[in-house]
Structures are given as C-alpha cells and as structure tokens.
T-cell receptor
Framework: GAVVSQHPSRVICKSGTSVKIECRSL??????MFWYRQFPKKSLMLMAT?????????EQGVEKDKFLINHASLTLSTLTVTSAHPEDSSFYIC????????????FGSGTQLSVL | GENVEQHPSTLSVQEGDSAVIKCTYS??????FPWYKQELGKRPQLIID?????GEKKDQRIAVTLNKTAKHFSLHITETQPEDSAVYFC????????????FGTGTRLTIIP
C-alpha cells in the first residue's frame, strides 16, 4: 500500500503554544487528505478534509481558527493546533487516498499531543 | 450524516476459533466499506474492504460480507492467531470522489492462546 508519513510522532508543549503536525504522501500525490482525532480507547473522529490548493472543509463542531489546515502541495498537508490547551491533548492522525483510481485511504503514523 | 454502529465492543476467542464483528450503517448512499486493524499507539492498517456491488470478499483468513438491503456488514476472521489481537474498526464512505470515512466505535479483539 501507499506510504503516508506523519511528523512529529509525539509532542509535549506548554499551554498557549502552537503545534504544527505534518502529513506527507511519500510515493503518490494526494489531492485530498483527512485529519482525524482519536481519544484513548475511542474511535477516530473526522476533524476536516484537506484539499490541495483550497480551503479545508471542517466537520461540525471543529473550530477552524483553532485547527488550521494548509494543503499547499500535492504531497503535504499540515495541521496547526493554535494556542493549545490541555483539552486539545489527543492522538491526531492523517490519511490520504492512494491513487485517483480508487477510494482506499491509508493512514499516517499519528501524533500524540500532550499539552501541559 | 452517516452513522456507523459496531458490535461487540470487546471480543475474546480461543486461538484457532473464529471471530465475527458486525457493523450497521445508516446512509443508503454509502458504497465503500473498509476494515482497519489498529494496534496500540499505531496507525490503522487497512486489512480488507468491500464495495456495494459485491456481497462477499475473502482474503486468506479474513472475509467480509455485506448486506446492502439491511445496511450491515461483517468481518470474519477464521483460525485466529495471537497476532490477530488488536482493535478493529469498520468504516463507511460514499466511495471514490467522496472518501470521507465514518468509523465504527471499534472492537477490541483478544485471542487467548
């Protein structure tokens, strides 16, 4: 399957700081990427759909000014958690579609964010 | 929007026995149903998927069945092995061009040696 790289894998930050998470498709172009959030022992909740060259589409209840998404190229999408607070602590994970010919999605390795 | 329900939440089976996990969905326009396996702290791995024009698909010890009329689909793992222990998620989407996945709540599968 296709390879999706996500960095960093773990980040610890102080409350009020901003954190940027990168998601890269290594061997394919991804016009669309998805950002999910996962709480411990819970399911994956879609936060937003990241579209290359246009604004991201956010799910209901997700603050777009809090979670900034930039999809500047066909291989890179970034999620910035602005002014992070302890309640933002979670596992964030991105996914991308493999090829233009099917709908299979592959996931990055995830980022564990801990806000102190 | 789509709502995917998954049962059971936990499942323990003896090594060598079969495991079955069931999901239902609400959006009749959904036509793509993947299953993911996630180990602790790791990324979800796609293990099998099925499209709505197919009723059943098998890949070695793993099979998925789909009943589009009843809006439910199931994962079957035969001859279970300890390495099958993980959390399994079902998901649904409207397919190519609309790949937004809605996930089930997950099933923690434990294989007892």
């Amino acid at each position: 399957g296709a390879v999706v790289s996500q960095h960093p894998s773990r980040v610890i930050c102080k409350s009020g700081t901003s954190v940027k998470i990168e998601c890269r498709s290594l061997d394919f172009q991804a016009t669309t990427m998805f950002w999910y959030r996962q709480f411990p022992k819970k399911s994956l909740m879609l936060m937003a759909t990241s579209n290359e060259g246009s604004k991201a589409t956010y799910e209901q209840g997700v603050e777009k000014d809090k979670f900034l998404i930039n999809h500047a190229s066909l291989t890179l999408s970034t999620l910035t958690v602005t002014s992070a607070h302890p309640e933002d602590s979670s596992f964030y994970i991105c996914s991308a579609r493999e090829w233009d010919s099917n709908e299979k999605l592959f996931f990055g390795s995830g980022t564990q964010l801990s806000v102190l | 929007g789509e709502n995917v329900e998954q049962h059971p939440s936990t499942l323990s089976v003896q090594e060598g026995d079969s495991a079955v996990i069931k999901c239902t969905y609400s959006d009749s326009a959904s036509n793509y149903f993947p299953w993911y396996k996630q180990e602790l702290g790791k990324r979800p791995q796609l293990i099998i998927d099925i499209r709505s024009n197919v009723g059943e698909k098998k890949d070695q010890r793993i099979a998925v069945t789909l009943n589009k009329t009843a809006k439910h689909f199931s994962l079957h793992i035969t001859e279970t092995q300890p390495e099958d222990s993980a959390v399994y998620f079902c998901a649904a989407s409207r397919g190519f061009g609309n790949e937004k996945l809605t996930f089930g709540t997950g099933t923690r599968l434990t294989i007892i040696p």
